[in-house]
């Protein structure tokens, strides 16, 4: 069945330092692909998306590119700030079987010191 | 554009009592998921509804329930409450039932029992 993978966390960084979290996918046909955070005490917010192949999401200096040869959509920031400190979550939605739920990953905890 | 609102913020409960959240998604809006979210599980989908109709459930016992009604609000009823169904219930609507388009998230109600 459908599923995704996201490395697991807590991830301590630096102000400024580069970011990375992993997150791969198995999906039957051509999934969306999305990446949500949710900060403390609140619901999740959808970061960015991605509808098909080589498709680049961004949004506030978060990057991820739909990888179908490697079923990937890893997150990428160039310099991490503290307010980026959330949990991140990578979400699949499946497509053609309209089931109208997405699949997340267990999340991924990111703190930024100062 | 107002959001997703979920009422209650927060609810206690005793165990073998039962529980109703609501949801009013987006205007406009006509599909409505509901997740729970654990810190052992994570995010885990109850069920959705489209058009006043469920069109998929997850693997909850009979115990979850919703539905959806004419102007797309949505409840959710837990009977019988468990210590284990403590948890932050999360609604999210979106547009259109395929999900590549966003879905947008509440707040959640946090739902202790004890």
């Known amino acids: 069945g459908d599923s995704v993978t996201q490395m697991e966390g807590p991830v301590t960084l630096s102000e400024e330092a580069f970011l990375t979290i992993n997150c791969t996918y198995t999906?039957?046909?051509?999934?969306?692909l999305f990446w949500y955070v949710q900060y403390p005490g609140e619901g999740l917010q959808l970061l960015l998306k991605a509808t098909k192949a080589d498709d680049k999401g961004s949004n506030k200096g978060f990057e991820a590119t739909y990888r179908k040869e490697t079923t990937s959509f890893h997150l990428e920031k160039g310099s991490v700030q503290v307010s980026d400190s959330a949990v991140y979550f990578c979400a699949l939605g499946p497509r053609g079987s309209t089931l109208g739920r997405l699949y997340f990953g267990r999340g991924t905890q990111l703190t930024v010191w100062p | 554009k107002a959001g997703v609102t979920q009422t209650p913020r927060y609810l206690i409960k005793t165990r073998g009592q039962q529980v109703t959240l609501s949801c009013s998604p987006i205007?406009?809006?006509?599909?409505v998921s509901w997740y729970q979210q654990t810190p052992g599980q994570g995010l885990q989908f109850l069920f959705e509804?489209?058009?006043?109709?469920?069109?998929n459930k997850g693997n909850f016992p009979g115990r979850f329930s919703g539905r959806q009604f004419s102007n797309s609000r949505s409840e959710m009823n837990v009977s019988t409450l468990e210590l284990g169904d403590s948890a932050l219930y999360l609604c999210?609507?979106?547009?259109?039932?395929?999900?590549?388009?966003?879905?947008?998230f509440g707040q959640g109600t946090r739902l202790t029992v004890v």
């Open positions: 509804y489209f058009s006043e109709t469920q069109r």
């Open positions: 999210a609507s979106s547009l259109e039932r395929e999900m590549n388009t966003e879905a947008f």
């Open positions: 205007s406009g809006h006509r599909s």
């Open positions: 999906a039957t046909g051509y999934p969306s």
